[in-house]
């Protein structure tokens, strides 16, 4: 490995993740292109250590020290690519901030994700979960994904039905650990109807329509409610929704209703997907606090480390929650963020 990668020893992760979680990283990389990722990689197997792949470190949550080699993604750029009329493809390094390329496309323009204004993260963690947010998810915009194959040492070139994308989904979750992602590819148009249904967006808009908005005007909306709604992980640590919308069959959600009159379902069509949210109010945990960790005050789905609680203390709040929704409602609620074990060699 050259200089410039050669992986540090012991570092302090509590700075590269969103929760704040103070965890240490046996050793430590941070990688600018391609070449500096496979020689990381190779680095590694060398060694015999697992390997972490970090980018903003929003959607996970540290269960002990890291023993094994986190490589952080800092491949940078963000240029326009088949400019043609009103339509544009938007390229990404895995490393560049992902709501600081919304706010680029919205000021240029160009409409298709300014739905997806301050979620935090990368660009290149954005396919893995399939980030979504009022009415719209990555997968509706997304072309192709640029990634290095670790089973094959080869960079390949994914098409969004190759991505395999589904509700908070991906080919990238389903097989953890063989892809690192790049880039991404993004098909933008400047005449591509926006997403303004969403209840909070439309609430929010007042009824205003379509041609009177440039999508930099529904990203501010966005953010406006994003930041009424959900605390600032640079003030409030905390990893964003910490559990998915649950997907019930029909029958399911009319035997609910019929006890719940006001649960909360929105059509699917595998079933209804319910709010998670709403279940968890229901059990009375929003606003909860210990002396380390809790649920905050104005959105149940967000956990908040308000007093330098650990992985751990994260965890076992979350379980509780979802042993409470389960006892409750008989609906299993599903951890959103990755959980980085304490053991992970090799």
């Not at 430590?28 to 292109?33: A, K, L």
Request: glycine share 10%; proline share 4%; charged share 20%.
């Amino acid at each position: 490995m050259s200089r410039t990668t050669e992986p540090s020893e012991y570092i302090e992760l509590e700075g590269f993740n969103t929760l704040h979680v103070a965890a240490v990283a046996r050793f430590y990389v941070e990688v600018h292109d391609t070449r500096e990722l496979s020689e990381a990689l190779e680095w590694a197997q060398q060694k015999g250590v697992g390997v972490l792949i970090l980018g903003g470190g929003s959607n996970l949550v540290f269960d002990g020290d890291y023993q094994g080699l986190v490589i952080r993604i800092c491949i940078y750029g963000r240029h326009w690519e088949r400019v043609s009329g009103h339509e544009a493809t938007l390229v990404l390094g895995a490393g560049e901030n992902w709501h600081e390329a919304v706010l680029y496309a919205a000021r240029a323009g160009y409409r298709g994700i300014e739905n997806l204004a301050l979620i935090p993260g990368t660009a290149g963690a954005a396919p893995v979960q399939n980030i979504g947010a009022y009415g719209v998810e990555l997968s509706d915009t997304l072309v192709s994904v640029t990634a290095l194959d670790r089973q094959s040492n080869t960079l390949v070139e994914l098409g969004n039905k190759e991505c395999q994308f589904g509700y908070r989904d991906s080919l990238f979750k389903q097989t953890p650990g063989r892809y690192v992602i790049t880039g991404i590819h993004l098909a933008l148009s400047r005449e591509k109807p926006m997403s303004l249904g969403y209840r909070d967006l439309e609430e929010y808009l007042g009824g205003t329509v379509d041609e009177e908005l440039e999508p930099a005007d529904v990203a501010e909306a966005v953010m406006a409610i994003r930041r009424r709604k959900l605390p600032d992980p640079a003030i409030t640590p905390n990893a964003g929704s910490f559990f998915k919308n649950p997907v019930v069959p029909e029958a399911t959600f009319e035997k609910l209703k019929s006890v719940y009159p006001d649960v909360v379902g929105y059509p699917q069509p595998q079933g209804v997907k319910l709010a998670a949210a709403w279940l968890i109010d229901q059990t009375g945990w929003k606003g909860f606090r210990n002396e380390r960790v809790g649920v905050h005050n104005r959105q149940a789905l967000v956990l908040i480390n308000h007093s330098g609680g650990t992985g751990r203390d994260i965890l076992a709040l979350a379980n509780r929650i979802r042993a409470s929704v389960l006892e409750q409602f008989d609906v299993e609620l599903e951890m959103e963020p990755g959980i980085v074990r304490s053991v992970n060699m090799g």
